[in-house]
Every structure is written in C-alpha cells, then in structure tokens.
C-alpha cells in the first residue's frame, strides 16, 4: 500500500502502530514529534516515564521505546517507504532516543521477507495464559532467530535443563519483586482494579492472567499479593519453551536494538500462530541477569512461546496524546 503524502492519516495510523508496542507494566514511555521540513519522527523517552525503582538505569525503557520503533519502521513499510533510522542521534539530548524518517524505496520488496509484520501489530498482545505443549517447529525457531540477528541482537533457545535453571532465576528474580516494598508498590500501581475506570496505560486485572498450580512457571503477580481471586491458578504447559534474547555489548544503543529485535520477534511469532509472553523478573536484579548469560553477550528478556489463547488487548494512549502539539497540523 503506497501513500501518495505523508499525510495527517498517516502520520497518525503509524504512531499508533508505533503506540501498540509492548512496554514495561504497559507504561508506555515515549513521544513523537514529526519534523515537517525533513519528515523525521524523533522518538523521546517520556518526561517521568521510566519505572524508578524497577527500571533504575532505564534499561526497560529502552527496549520499550526499541520495540514502538520497531511498529514505526513496520507502519512506514507498509505505506511504501523506506525507514532510515538513526538511534541516539544526537548524545546532547540523551532523552532523544530514535530518529526515522521514511525515504523512498529503491529496488525490491522494502519488507525483505514474505511477512505482513503489519497486520500482526495490531493483533499481537501478551498472552500470561496457559500453552499447549505442541512443539515449534525447528523452522520456526530458525525464523524467530533470524528476526532477532536482522535486529543486531541473537535468539537462542535452551535445552530443557537450561530452561529450568533460567525459571529458577526467574522465580528468584519474581519473589524479590514481591519482598520489595517499593518494587512491590510500584508494580500494584499500574494494575486497573477498576475494568470500568477509564485509562490509557496499565494493566486491567483481566489481562494479568493465572499463576502456575505447580508454580513451575514463574508468571509476574503484578498485584505482589498472590490473591487467588484475582489470579486463580491453572496447570500450565509441562515443558515450557524459553528463548534468551542477548546482545553482545550492554550500551544505550544496545538496549534500544534488543528492544527492535524483540518486537521483530514477537511479530514473527504472532504472525505464525505463536503466543507469547515475556519474562523479565531475573532482568531486574544486576546479579540475577548477569547469570543468565555467564558466558558472552548481555541477556534482555526471556520470551515464552508457544500454541494457545491469544491473549488480551491492554489500554494504549491516542496519537493525540503522544504526539508534540504542533506535529499532526503541519
């Protein structure tokens, strides 16, 4: 589909593809403003968006604002151009986080594959719900691999004695998490108890999903109270599939290529029936991720695949409202 101008409809179908993300507790932590002379987006870390005790170094938002950059390139591609994209383009403005602007294409297929990743933006959500132990396909895990490396970033995944260890960190990582007071405060805080009340971030309680009867899967309980009315427990799959996404180096720019390649993976997967849902506790303590890679490379998060329900759509703010003032009337 080849948009004659990059007109105000465009501009704002692909923020909010941009928009439909996955962020860190839903949060969201970006901006856009469209440069009219250049038609460049800049993509900005959101005043007072991070997570200050969850995310102290910011290394979650990162990869959040990685994966909303992702959707962008997608949405250009899918309007027929080209994304040129710059990260941290300008260090003076360390909240600056990406650049991109749309060229026109040149030779061959700008989508390099033989995906529609633009459709699957739309219906990609986590699922915290139980799989079926239905194995993926070696194809299919070549794939994903293939979209994380496209990224600068490497998929792997464990054998089955491996994945145990990485959910025993996880479990580690989840149960400080729920000792924490602040961490524990800060994460009941994005939960909507209220599925009436009106909001354009966090988490309804309906999307939370169950805890693990056998708790061998370690699922966040972003309530930290573990209330069986409102998490109830469910046998989830008995060999679950964990794949480790690590980048080599641990800088900035890092952070926001493992946040592209995250998401490229999570297309790919949603694109071919797979669900998905990340796991990110043993992220959120330095020891904890240092031992998730003890060899090279730097590890970002932990994503469980697999066959079954899709999951639930979580509340997304409006072009509007993340878009700088001026951007959408020029």
Do not use: K
């Not at 293939?146 to 994945?163: D, I, K, Q, V, Y």
């Amino acid at each position: 589909m080849r948009s004659t101008s990059f007109d105000v409809a465009v501009l704002e179908t692909c923020v909010s593809a941009a928009v439909a993300a996955p962020s860190i507790h839903n949060s969201q932590p970006w901006r856009f403003r469209l440069d009219p002379e250049t038609v460049t987006f800049d993509v900005r870390a959101a005043p007072g968006g991070g997570l200050r005790h969850t995310d102290a170094e910011g290394r979650a938002l990162h990869l959040s604002v990685g994966a909303c950059v992702l959707n962008l390139r997608v949405a250009m591609v899918h309007f027929g151009w080209d994304p040129v994209t710059h990260l941290l383009p300008r260090p003076e403005e360390p909240d600056l986080l990406a650049s991109v602007r749309p060229t026109a294409p040149g030779p061959g297929d700008p989508r390099g594959g033989d995906i529609d990743l633009y459709e699957a933006v739309w219906r990609r959500h986590s699922s915290r719900f139980p799989f079926s132990d239905r194995p993926i396909p070696s194809s299919l895990r070549f794939e994903l691999a293939a979209a994380a490396a496209a990224e600068g970033a490497s998929l792997c995944f464990p054998e089955h004695g491996e994945t145990a260890r990485l959910l025993a960190l996880t479990a580690d990582g989840e149960q400080r998490n729920r000792l924490d007071a602040d961490r524990s405060a800060e994460s009941r805080r994005w939960v909507r108890g209220d599925p009436y009340a009106a909001s354009d971030t966090g988490l309804p309680g309906a999307a939370l999903g169950p805890q693990d009867t056998r708790e061998r899967l370690p699922m966040r309980d972003f309530t930290a109270q573990r209330r069986p009315d409102r998490l109830p427990a469910r046998v989830y799959e008995t060999t679950p599939v964990i794949a480790v996404l690590s980048t080599e180096h641990d800088r900035r720019a890092d952070w926001l290529r493992a946040g592209q390649a995250l998401e490229h993976v999570l297309l790919v997967a949603t694109a071919r029936g797979l669900r998905a849902s990340l796991l990110h506790q043993a992220m959120e303590w330095s020891d904890l991720r240092d031992s998730v890679t003890p060899g090279s490379g730097h590890a970002h998060m932990l994503v469980r695949l697999g066959y079954g329900p899709e999951g639930l759509a979580t509340p997304r703010r409006t072009a509007h409202t993340v878009l700088d003032a001026g951007a959408a009337s020029r």
